[in-house]
């Protein structure tokens, strides 16, 4: 789920209702290129309220010590969304600071700007000042984010003067999504017109299903989950076998498959919830050590009660090759020597 999030967290950060991006475009860290008067285009568009423009690259940062490192440089204008990290004058003011960077703090050993503010440093051989530390934008693809003006992403990238990479469109109070979403296509034909939601999973699908980092956390999220069937099974089937006389004491005393049934049952779901439980309470502190390695990982609030279904489905299913045994079982077993 820390995955997921992090994959689109840029879009999600983002307050539009629609995104403009060219064609061919998987997920917000590898765009194509669209043409910047598709911005005033799209104000032509019944229900246009405000278009707004991001950019972003992989580039080289020189660090304060020399050394060199890749970030991805992300470059927006104000229309963005208050909640998306601009190096503005004051929260206040949507002016922006001139030539300057925002770095997530989970980036600061490794691009050495821990130190006092401002700090002075290159990006992609211009000149840059950090001028602040951000949280909750840790990038999983080994290069930190660094959040710049649009004017100054699109100079340090030097990009074309009628290039940009995404338009983000606000609709006004009462327009329809889904009719302006199709207006917007036929009067730009040559890019695709995404809801916030849609490019959201559009970019998580990309990253779980079509790359290897994906392909590995959902192999190992399935892989957890069959071992863990495979051990509840074992240790419902040993604690059954370990006391099958007793099983066939039940029966010859009258108990019928039923109650036998549910007896294993509730074994199983008794040894689930009581894992399930430490579980829980072992996970808050191994994801709080684990951050410092993994520092887009994230306890999700609400994920443990969400598992808890899947967990007793898992006891379930486990304790159905104990319960072939228990019925399988003579009660006159009890009354041999």
């Known amino acids: ?122 990006l992609n051989d211009r000149r840059a000042r950090v001028v602040g530390r951000i949280s909750g934008f840790s990038s999983f693809l080994g290069t930190p984010y660094a959040f710049a003006s649009y004017s ?29 979403k199709r207006n917007l296509q036929q009067r730009l034909p040559n890019t695709n017109v995404l809801t916030r939601a849609e490019f959201s999973r559009k970019a998580q699908t990309y990253w779980t299903s079509q790359t290897g980092a994906g392909t590995a956390i959902l192999g190992a999220a399935l892989l957890g989950l069959f071992i863990g069937i495979a051990v509840v099974s074992q240790a419902v089937y040993a604690t059954t076998m370990e006391h099958i006389e007793e099983f066939a004491t039940l029966k010859a005393l009258g108990a019928n498959s039923w109650f036998v049934v549910k007896v294993i049952i509730f074994q199983a779901l008794a040894s689930g919830v009581s894992g399930f439980l430490l579980g829980v309470a072992l996970s808050g502190p191994v994801i709080h050590r684990a951050q410092s390695l993994i520092p887009w990982l994230a306890e999700q609030r609400g994920l443990s009660m969400a598992i808890l279904p899947l967990t007793i489905a898992i006891c379930i299913v486990a304790s159905l090759l104990s319960v072939r045994a228990a019925l399988r079982v003579e009660p006159a077993r009890v009354f041999r020597a």
């Not at 246009?48 to 204008?77: M, N």
């Not at 104000?78 to 949507?94: C, D, H, T």
């Not at 100054?152 to 009719?179: S, Y």
């Open 152 to 180: 100054d992403a699109a100079h340090f990238l030097a990009l074309r003067t009628p290039e940009t990479m995404f338009i983000l469109v606000k609709l006004r109070a009462g327009a329809e999504v889904e009719n302006v």
């Open 1 to 122: 789920m820390s995955f997921l999030h992090a994959a689109s967290k840029i879009i999600d950060t983002t307050d539009s209702d629609l995104w403009i991006a060219g064609r061919g475009t998987p997920c917000f860290e590898f765009p194509a290129s669209l043409e910047k008067r598709f911005a005033e285009l799209a104000y032509s568009v019944p229900g246009v309220e405000q278009t707004s423009r991001i950019c972003t690259r992989i580039v080289s940062f020189r660090k304060p010590d020399g050394d060199e490192q890749l970030v991805t440089l992300v470059g927006a204008e104000s229309g963005a969304g208050p909640r998306f990290p601009l190096p503005l004058v004051s929260p206040a003011q949507s002016a922006m600071q001139p030539d300057s960077l925002l770095i997530d703090e989970s980036a600061g050993k490794l691009l050495n700007t821990t130190g006092p503010l401002p700090l002075q440093v290159e």
